[in-house]
């Protein structure tokens, strides 16, 4: 089938190379110029495990094809796919402009039938609107089109983005038309062999699902950092208390980790919208609300820690900073706890040098040359000189490191870790302090 992609960021890119893996021919359309040069050349804009190979092989075969020519992309398919960025508007609603952009240059350029697809994380209502939308221009040109707009929300997590859509847990179709769900069935069904995966509904339903399915897994998280509180004021270790609570089948294991904040371009911004949405129609969603402030809280429990332990003035100190993508096998530094730690640590008069396996050249790229950041090219050649280790990602490579060479490395020998990775016995037998999340004995 011939498909049309509008955005290639971490969704579209990411589909589009996918659908061409199973042979679908798939055209890539982008505002960004430079990131569709690169694209041409081979090179791939953002970090995801298998994502590089696999867009340079189907480019080469011929099957996956990138443009700036939006006329190009709506003539070449009858599907065309929706994937730009929502980024939350002032309010905290989404900015659906991206949106309305690829929309209106599909209600200009269309010259047959089109099924247009929407992936992006968008409010309730918003396949109507884009509807309408197009409906209007069509209109305006005195033209009549077969047209249908389809909600048809993307559940990939960053970081594993490639394996969840070739194996996805849900395609949830939200249509009423028999035409184009007989369109993405086909689409489709290399992805839904094993058993079916395809759950169609309404698509206001379709784009309540994925605010729903975000609330929901934020809602873990931050109820886990709220019971990580509790249980350092009462002395006991969230860590026991994790494993506690997820045998119960009920609760499970999935999700349920305490830590420095939830990040990233989804659950800050998606938990927002929902909220923005529900005072629209006044509700108040105070669980939401709630949800949100504690994640604020917890993005400010390391830079507390470090206070009680060095004073409110930091200058004259350096701090070894691990990890400052959002979460591991991602270079997305979107809303990361380890900004939110970096921007106190220097307003508070600090130094960082940082290390992450994949996020320095967007870390470079954020913040430029500046003399309170040092970018190093090891996870050890951060530690030279520093006063404490931070720890802010749980890439799998700082899970066992060389804990003498820390000991020796550092000044002093202090971890804060915003991750939980370490026994806090071990370390302190090592002769650390150690700062963890929510683990008594770390007091
Ligand atoms: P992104 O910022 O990585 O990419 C968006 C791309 O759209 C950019 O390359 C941008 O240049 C392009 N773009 C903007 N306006 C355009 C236009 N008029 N025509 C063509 N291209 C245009 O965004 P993303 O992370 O891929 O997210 C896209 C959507 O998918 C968002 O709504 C997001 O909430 C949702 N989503 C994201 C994830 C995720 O993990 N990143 C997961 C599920 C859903």
Known sequence: MRVAVFGVGYVGLVQAAVLAEMGHQVTCVDVDAA???????G???????????MVQTNHQAGRLHFTTDVAQGVSFAELLFIAVGTPPDEDGSADLQHVLAVAGAIGRLMQGGKVVVNKSTVPVGTAHRVHQHIGGILAERGVSLPLEVVSNPEFLKEGAAVADCLRPDRIIIGTDSTHAMALLEELYAPFNRNHDRIIQMDARSAELTKYAANAMLATKISFMNEMAGLAEKLGADIEAVRKGIGADPRIGYHFIYPG?????????KDVKAL??????????????????RVNDRQKHRLIERLHQHFGSDLAGRTFALWGLAF???TDDMREAPSRVLMEAIWAAGGKVQAFDPQAMNEAQHLYGLRDDLTLCGTQEAALKGADALLICTEWQQFRAPDFELIQRTLKQ?????GRNLYDPARLRQRGFTYYAIGRGDSL
């Not at 909220?275 to 949100?292: D, F, N, Q």
Request: some cysteine; aromatic content about 8%.
């Open 35 to 41: 990131k569709i040069e690169r694209l041409k050349e």
């Open 43 to 53: 090179i791939i804009p953002i970090f995801e495990p298998g994502l590089a190979p």
């Open 260 to 268: 420095c904040g939830y990040g990233g371009s989804c659950f800050p």
């Open 275 to 292: 909220i923005h949405t529900a005072s629209e129609i006044g509700c108040e969603a105070p669980l939401l609300r709630s949800v949100e």
């Open 327 to 329: 979460k591991p096998n």
């Open 413 to 417: 020998a202090v971890i804060f870790d």
